[in-house]
């Protein structure tokens, strides 16, 4: 039997100093992955354009409740296994790289007085366009005009062969396309022939200007004298599609209480240009006019106008 020192109590067995630093480590680290956890669910969406084992460019680098940036490695390590870097990522320990694909945009737009379309289409894309549609001349892309039904009007086309610097990355190129009054959007590869970053940003809606002819004056005298204005409120220039000798015409009609034409007359582009142009106007008189009731501009409707149903006013 040992003997006992006077004084003193038995005490228990000392714990391991490793081990204590061992569980505290393994606490620190749940700790740091309980903060992770909750910090993740506040970041942002993480969006690569297309399926991400076909390589397609990355288009930005936020991070989503799956993924979290690592700054010392440059990389998104993510729940699913994928480990995004900078010019590349890996999954299932597979290697990808990054695919950089062109982006065709119309950037700017407009119908010109003679009708035509001015437009500027640019490969705002990181790559050289290629199209799945070749010919004699290279790789070819579109850029269409199309009306509000989206039914193609005109198309011009552009060809890597005669055009290479509209294929690079960062080029552009400018063009024109007709029926242009009739238009409402101009669009890039339209049959979409080039694989691009962006399929949704290839059209532009155009502000198409419009004729439009008002009666805008009338006054009917007790002698049966009637004067009236005409007037282009539109922002386009009138053309008729009642040609004359003396230039396209468009007519002024005097009407009764029964509908019937009783006067009219015809304004000519060569006599009176004035009338035809934009917010311009130009006056005339009826006489015996006693039974009209109303005087209408382009009544017999030669003019496609922008608003067909202010053309007439009461007298």
């Known amino acids: 039997m040992a003997n006992k020192i006077p004084g003193v109590s038995p005490s228990a067995p000392k714990k391991s100093k490793k081990k204590l630093i061992i569980a505290g480590i393994i606490a620190t680290l749940l700790i740091v992955a309980l903060v992770i956890g909750n910090s993740l669910n506040m970041l942002g969406a993480f969006r690569i354009i297309g399926d991400l084992e076909d390589g397609y460019f990355a288009e930005d680098y936020e ?3 799956k993924c979290k940036y690592k700054a010392d490695m440059e990389a998104y390590f993510c729940v699913d296994g994928c480990h995004y870097f900078v010019d590349f990522y890996m999954c299932d320990g597979n290697m990808y790289q990054y695919e950089e694909l062109p982006d065709l945009e119309i950037t700017d737009a407009y119908v010109q007085d003679d009708g035509r379309i001015w437009f ?3 490969n705002a894309g990181g790559e050289e366009v290629v199209s799945s549609y070749q010919n004699a001349y290279g790789d070819v892309y579109a850029v269409s005009n199309l009306t509000g039904t989206g039914g193609v009007l005109t198309s011009t086309y552009f060809y890597s062969d005669f055009y290479p610097q509209a294929f690079e990355a960062g080029g552009s190129r400018s063009g024109t396309l007709y029926d242009g009054y009739y238009s409402f959007e101009v669009c890039a590869d339209y049959q979409e022939y080039v694989e691009e970053s962006d399929e949704t940003n ?5 502000e198409i200007p419009v004729m439009d002819l008002q009666i805008t004056d009338a006054s009917l005298q007790q002698d049966g004298t009637l004067t009236f204005t005409v007037t282009n409120t539109g922002d386009r220039d009138v053309e008729s599609s009642h040609p004359y000798i003396g ?3 468009y007519e002024i009609s005097a009407l009764t209480g029964t509908g ?3 006067h009219w007359t015809y304004f000519y582009s060569d006599q009176t240009p004035w009338a035809f142009e934009a917010g311009s106007s130009a006056t005339g008189t009826f006489y015996g006019a006693k039974a009209v009731a109303q005087v209408c501009a382009d009544y017999n409707g030669y003019v496609e106008e922008g ?5 007439c006013r009461g007298v």
């Open 63 to 65: 991070t989503s409740p």
């Open 120 to 122: 500027m289409v640019e």
């Open 202 to 206: 290839n059209c532009m809606e155009l």
């Open 247 to 249: 230039g396209e015409a």
């Open 260 to 262: 019937s034409i009783s």
């Open 307 to 311: 608003d067909e149903n202010n053309n």
